[in-house]
């Protein structure tokens, strides 16, 4: 009776605040092992995003360095193209490299020494610093030089090839013999007519100098024109020219007789019309008083006591 009464006895206040505690510490546990197990499947998500994102971060790193070291090859490269032109430089004006001699061919009517001297040049100077454009137009200025052309020798040399031009005819002004080559630009004076070349007579009287170029245009241009052009067995008959006008050109032969040519044009077929003529006057050995080849197609050939005229 009395252990039945001690059984039914309400608990004590603080075993069922204890026992309310450890219901509700089990109720969060089993809710918080509940949540764990339903968020399990979104991890597997977030593992797979994160692989790329790896991937990714690594591959730009990689761009990264790979563009560094681009720009340091650049600035080595850039680095060493100043240095070896800052060596060449202190290079090209040392005594290693100074001009050692000049050698100058093609010239027969001026000497080495004024081809040098119209160079502007001298020995010791740095080679690597000359300007061969601006030598070239120098040695240029010299009426005998029609071209040059100047190169480097190595190590420390240079050559100046010159091609001088060739007297056509010689005319007088002045009171001197001037000698003109067939471009027009005259070559050198004289006192005396010089030899080998044509005399050009009855030119109007200018003032001529070395270096001068005379017009294209005019009796002396064309006649120096048709010279220049002419067949080498027709000008060697040429032994004088008059040139008192274009139209009046007119050349003496050798052996006498003249030869009318006019105008500076048709020349190859005035040419040899008046060889062909000559080569006839020859055959019959007939002396020659003029020949007219203005009409290259009907030349005209006056000997003693008898005219010829030359049909195609």
């Known amino acids: ?99 050692s001699g000049v050698d100058v061919q093609g010239a027969g009517h001026l000497t080495d020494r004024q081809v040098v001297a119209a160079a502007g040049i001298r020995v010791g100077e740095p080679v690597l610093r000359l ?16 071209h040059a052309a100047v190169v480097r020798v190595a190590p420390s040399g240079l050559r100046i090839e010159v091609t001088e031009r060739v007297p056509a005819a010689s005319v007088a002004s002045g009171g001197r013999h001037w000698l003109v080559a067939a471009d027009g630009v005259v070559l050198a004076g004289s006192a005396d007519r010089p030899a080998g070349v044509p005399f050009v007579s009855g030119v109007p009287a200018r003032r001529l100098a070395p270096g001068v170029r005379i017009s294209g245009h005019g009796a002396l241009a064309n006649a120096l024109d048709a010279l220049a052009g002419m067949d080498p067995a027709l000008r060697r008959q040429i032994t004088g020219v008059r040139a008192a006008s274009v139209e009046g050109l007119a050349f003496s032969l050798r052996g006498g007789g003249t030869l009318v040519y006019g105008l500076a044009e048709r020349r190859a077929a005035k040419d040899e019309a008046a060889l062909l003529l000559l080569r006839h006057a020859r055959a019959a050995r007939k002396e020659v008083v003029k020949i007219d080849v203005r009409a290259p197609g009907t030349p005209v050939m006056q000997t003693k006591n008898a005219t010829v005229v030359e049909n195609d």
């Open 1 to 99: 009776m009395t252990a039945r009464t001690a059984s039914r006895r309400p608990a004590p206040r603080g075993a069922a605040k204890a026992s309310a505690a450890s219901g509700a510490r089990a109720s969060r546990s089993s809710k918080g092992s509940a949540a764990g197990t339903r968020s399990r499947p979104s991890a597997t998500p977030r593992a797979s995003r994160a692989a790329p994102d790896r991937r990714l971060l690594e591959r730009r790193r990689r761009v990264a360095r790979e563009r560094a070291r681009r720009r340091r090859r650049v600035l080595l490269l850039g680095l060493g193209a100043l240095a070896l032109a800052a060596l060449l430089w202190r290079l090209s004006s040392s005594s290693l490299f100074g001009l």
């Open 131 to 146: 300007d061969l454009q601006a030598i070239r137009a120098r040695v240029e200025r010299l009426p005998w030089v029609a």
